[in-house]
């Protein structure tokens, strides 16, 4: 039932993230890239720091042993603070395409270190699903030219650090809360992202904001509260495989949401690779085990609306 619950999770965690890509890339075009994570992170840092608080979930800190302590440490510097800023700055030198087709990769790495590090059992459903879902990747890259620069490298380095941070996080998750690890992991990242800042010699543009890029670091803000509340309950209750290619299915969202919504035309080979994309990840997840996790979600919802 556990590993059930976490899968759904997991979806609604990809639904999530496929919607916040897709207005991040509105948002960040609109001042300097890691100021714009640094601020929409802080503000994350706040409101996860406040529901550990209200949860007493923050005593867990107290109790700390080494290996735990440098964990969260590892966590909050690279995962909620590093990735982020080369992951945006990258994403302002590459086009859209270019930066979703090596963000979808990040289930490539999670796999291997899913099997490496926390030795999860890897099956021939989850190669096939992994190819699958590649081919699909290529697929939907469409036209973009996928060139070695410094805006693809940037990109590539922050989803091996996140595909990195997770399975870390995987290991941290079996003695702490959700809660405890989201909470440290942005409010460390901001202070490494405002270091960032201060290296570079980029502080003032946190004193120019404009009210558009105000508007949607407050609505990318809510966007990720959600997504870093549900993904570490998801990877809580599952395994970094498992969860990591239902997560990959937020890339199919985001450019569902671009053709609908930004006016672009869904091509024949575009509908063909995302429909790939869709059914290796559900495939390398298990198909039985999606319906048990509808199954449990549709339980939880209707226990919900009796109350």
Excluded: C
């Amino acid at each position: 039932m556990e590993r059930s619950d976490g899968l759904a999770l997991a979806y609604l965690t990809a639904l999530v993230s496929g919607i916040s890509v897709f207005a991040n890339s509105f948002g960040v075009v609109t001042m300097d890239a890691t100021a714009y994570a640094f601020l929409k992170n802080v503000l994350v840092a706040v409101v996860l720091s406040a529901i550990a608080l209200s949860l007493g979930s923050w005593r867990e800190l107290l109790s700390l042993d080494r290996k735990q302590a440098l964990r969260l440490l590892f966590i909050g510097v690279f995962g909620g603070g590093v990735a982020f800023a080369l992951f945006f700055t990258g994403l302002s030198m590459v086009s859209g395409q270019v930066g979703s087709f090596l963000y979808r990769l990040l289930f490539v790495f999670a796999a291997v270190l899913g099997v490496a590090y926390l030795k999860e059992k890897f099956s021939w459903k989850i190669a096939a699903g992994a190819a699958v879902l590649l081919v699909g990747n290529f697929l939907l890259l469409g036209g973009a030219q996928l060139a070695l620069s410094e805006g693809v490298l940037l990109v590539l380095a922050a989803t091996v650090i996140w595909a990195a941070e997770y399975a870390v996080s995987k290991k941290a998750l079996e003695a702490l809360s959700a809660t405890t690890v989201a909470s440290v992991r942005m409010g460390v990242g901001a202070v490494v992202l405002l270091s960032i800042l201060v290296l570079q010699g980029k502080t003032g543009a946190l004193g120019a904001i404009s009210a558009e890029s105000l508007m949607w670091i407050v609505l990318a803000t809510g966007f990720l509260v959600l997504f870093t509340t549900l993904w570490y309950s998801a990877l809580k209750r599952t395994t970094l495989i498992s969860a990591t290619a239902v997560f990959t299915l937020g890339g199919p969202i985001s450019a569902l949401l671009s053709f609908a919504l930004a006016g672009k035309a869904l091509l024949p080979l575009s509908a063909l690779g995302l429909f790939l994309i869709a059914s290796g990840a559900i495939f390398a997840a298990g198909a039985a085990e999606t319906v048990a996790a509808i199954a449990s979600a549709k339980d939880k919802a209707r226990a919900l609306f009796r109350l």
